[in-house]
């Protein structure tokens, strides 16, 4: 099984037979209805803070019904992208949009695989087991830096004992209730525990472009920010008024993932 990578016009070819494996893996075609699930992988330098890495076994990587180019997104590294990972990756056919899979990796020995080699092998699983074939273009897009206004903060820094969450309101998964409670074009915002260079990876899919953290501020935070889209007040005067930070204009690079094939695939 071969790989094929574009970079500015060479190809550059990478063989499956040389890449880490799992020692044993399961996809499954999920077709149950219903909202998608999630998964992650869990090596030993995992960060505890990663979604659902609490319930995932050491030594391995789970994904419960998770559609079929999010698997993709995961495995490089597009989750934590400049711009939201629905974005970042395009080619996709609709079937890989659409279908869900459960997949299951576990190595030999658990308590030695690092996080990057456990999404080193789920890579491997993606072009063995769904034939993918990608390359990588890099455009200019619109997007913003985060500064620190010139008002002052008007949030605080988080306690030690603070759990670490972001609630989104109105929320896609929240079902009828929160559809109808708010207006499609408000949103409400609460961080506990949050550093900025995660709160800017939120930012940038409600900015319409890339945020970068140039505040030069460390540590976690809590912070709550509201606004409406037709309404007002915008989401860049409410960033100002209520967070005493900005969003400056700026344009930036962005590497998108694009699929040239990707095949169903061979389920156990």
């Avoid at 100002?240 to 694009?258: C, E, H, T």
Wanted: hydrophobic residues 35%; charged residues 20%.
């Amino acid at each position: 099984m071969v790989v094929s990578f574009l970079f500015a016009g060479q190809v550059w070819t990478q063989t499956v037979g040389q890449s880490l494996s799992f020692e044993v893996a399961s996809v499954k075609l999920n077709p149950e209805r219903g909202g998608a699930g999630g998964g992650s992988c869990h090596g030993i330098d995992s960060s505890p803070r990663q979604p659902g890495i609490a319930r995932t076994p050491l030594g391995r990587c789970v994904f419960t019904r998770t559609l079929g180019y999010h698997l993709v997104t995961y495995a490089y590294g597009l989750e934590d992208g400049p711009l939201p990972r629905n974005t970042m990756i395009r080619g996709v056919p609709d079937w890989f949009r659409l279908e869900m899979y459960d997949v299951i990796g576990s190595v030999a020995e658990p308590s030695t695989a690092t996080q990057e080699q456990l999404t080193q092998m789920l890579q491997t699983l993606l072009a063995d087991r769904f034939k993918l074939k990608f390359h990588y273009e890099t455009k200019e897009v619109g997007g913003y830096d985060l500064v620190q206004g010139d008002k002052g903060l008007k949030f605080q820094r988080s306690k030690d004992n603070a759990v670490r969450r972001l609630i989104v309101i109105p929320d896609k998964r929240g079902g009828p209730l929160e559809a109808t409670k708010y207006p499609p074009s408000f949103r409400q915002v609460s961080a506990s525990r949050y550093n900025l260079e995660d709160f800017v990876v939120f930012l940038s899919g409600m900015a319409g472009g890339p945020v970068a953290n140039k505040t030069g501020l460390a540590g976690d935070y809590d912070m709550d920010l509201s606004w409406d889209a037709e309404l007002g007040p915008s989401l860049f005067s409410a960033i100002q008024a209520q967070l005493g930070l900005r969003l400056v204009p700026r344009k930036s690079d962005v590497k998108f993932l694009i699929v040239d094939s990707v095949e169903r695939p061979t389920t156990n």
